[in-house]
């Protein structure tokens, strides 16, 4: 450690050789007599000055100039800072243990759970519920209303559109064939999750897929391609329906009304798009409708 006292008449500059050993995990500090250092007796201002003029004289660089004035402000204004830390800003619905990166984005009457992370350039729309332990991002889009419940994971390349379910402990991936020593982060495969899709607990999902709108994962699946609107099961999805869309005759339609008479809605299927359709102008026996509840 070493001192100068400018106060002093002699012997301003000091050496303090101390020394610190740890036993049993505890410091223990050793100190030592100071020892002088020589300095030559001369005006610091009157020097100063005088390697100013000798500069400007040889057109040389100084020891020191303003960039370092610049750079000794800036480490003392950090320190500064350091000493009286700003309370970190508290959002409606956000656990305090919830760490958010820069540049994130969140929307109105989202809430957030314990110990939850949001990483940078992540955007998360409104009226979402998150739950806890998920780690969302970078760089990924998750729309209104999305319920992601605890210790799940959404990684680069995964987007959720609106309505989206993602069930405990579910899985998405990002890479296909991941490797400890081989960094392949350029070799993303994007996941796209459509509006109103439900992944069960604990599915995984391979990348590079697509999961229709309204699609179902059941609880334990593994989805290795696309899937259109449909639902999955077991160890390997395999479609068993389409969108609960099923082949329905008027009479089937009414007798399912006379059965849970709050069903007022009904949807036809045709190729990948689902839309309303009014049950009054369903015909023939194999018309392919749904009715929601």
Same mark, same amino acid.
């Given at each position: 450690?070493?001192?100068?006292?400018?106060l002093?008449?002699? #012997?301003?500059?000091r050496?303090?050789?101390?020394?610190?050993?740890?036993?049993?995990h505890?410091? +223990?500090?050793?100190?030592?007599?100071?020892?002088?250092v020589?300095?030559?007796?001369?005006?610091?201002?009157?020097?100063?000055?005088? #390697?100013?003029?000798? $500069?400007?004289?040889?057109?040389?660089?100084?020891? @020191?100039?303003?960039?370092?004035?610049?750079?000794?402000?800036?480490?003392?204004?950090?320190?500064?800072?350091?000493?009286?830390?700003s309370?970190?800003?508290?959002?409606?619905?956000?656990?305090?243990?919830?760490a958010?990166?820069?540049?994130?984005?969140?929307?109105?009457?989202?809430?957030?759970?314990?110990?939850?992370h949001?990483?940078?350039?992540?955007?998360?729309?409104?009226? $979402?519920?998150?739950?806890?332990?998920?780690?969302?991002?970078?760089?990924? @889009?998750?729309?209104?209303?999305?319920?992601?419940?605890?210790? +799940?994971?959404?990684?680069?390349?995964?987007?959720?559109?609106? #309505?989206?379910? $993602?069930?405990?402990?579910?899985?998405?991936?990002?890479?296909?064939?991941?490797?400890?020593? !081989?960094?392949?982060? #350029?070799?993303?495969?994007?996941?796209?999750?459509? &509006?109103?899709?439900?992944?069960?607990?604990?599915?995984?999902?391979?990348?590079?897929? @697509?999961?229709?709108?309204?699609?179902?994962?059941?609880?334990?699946?593994?989805?290795?391609?696309? &899937?259109?609107?449909?639902?999955?099961?077991g160890?390997?999805?395999?479609? !068993?329906?389409?969108?609960d869309? &099923?082949?329905?005759?008027?009479?089937?339609?009414?007798?399912?009304?006379?059965?849970?008479?709050? $069903?007022? &809605?009904a949807?036809?299927?045709?190729?990948?798009?689902?839309?309303?359709?009014?049950?009054?102008?369903v015909?023939?026996?194999?018309?392919?409708?749904?009715?929601?509840?």
């Amino acid at each position: 450690m070493a001192v100068l006292d400018d106060l002093e008449p002699e #012997h301003k500059l000091r050496l303090y050789p101390h020394s610190i050993d740890w036993k049993n995990h505890a410091p +223990v500090p050793h100190k030592a007599d100071a020892q002088t250092v020589a300095l030559e007796w001369i005006e610091p201002l009157r020097a100063e000055c005088q #390697h100013f003029l000798d $500069c400007i004289g040889t057109r040389t660089m100084p020891r @020191t100039d303003g960039r370092e004035g610049l750079r000794v402000l800036e480490v003392l204004r950090r320190c500064e800072a350091a000493l009286h830390p700003s309370a970190p800003v508290k959002l409606p619905g956000v656990h305090e243990t919830v760490a958010i990166d820069e540049d994130v984005t969140i929307g109105e009457g989202t809430t957030i759970w314990h110990v939850s992370h949001l990483l940078r350039n992540t955007r998360i729309g409104k009226n $979402c519920r998150i739950g806890q332990n998920v780690v969302i991002g970078p760089n990924v @889009t998750v729309g209104d209303s999305v319920k992601i419940q605890n210790n +799940v994971s959404v990684y680069e390349g995964v987007t959720l559109e609106d #309505h989206v379910f $993602c069930g405990p402990s579910m899985v998405f991936t990002n890479v296909v064939n991941p490797r400890s020593e !081989i960094r392949r982060m #350029h070799e993303l495969r994007p996941t796209l999750v459509r &509006r109103g899709a439900t992944l069960g607990a604990n599915c995984t999902i391979l990348c590079g897929v @697509t999961i229709g709108q309204y699609a179902f994962v059941g609880a334990g699946a593994v989805v290795l391609d696309d &899937r259109a609107a449909v639902w999955t099961r077991g160890r390997k999805s395999c479609a !068993i329906g389409r969108l609960d869309v &099923r082949v329905w005759s008027s009479d089937q339609i009414r007798e399912w009304r006379r059965h849970v008479p709050e $069903c007022r &809605r009904a949807y036809v299927k045709l190729g990948r798009e689902v839309t309303p359709h009014e049950p009054s102008s369903v015909v023939g026996s194999a018309s392919t409708v749904r009715t929601a509840a």
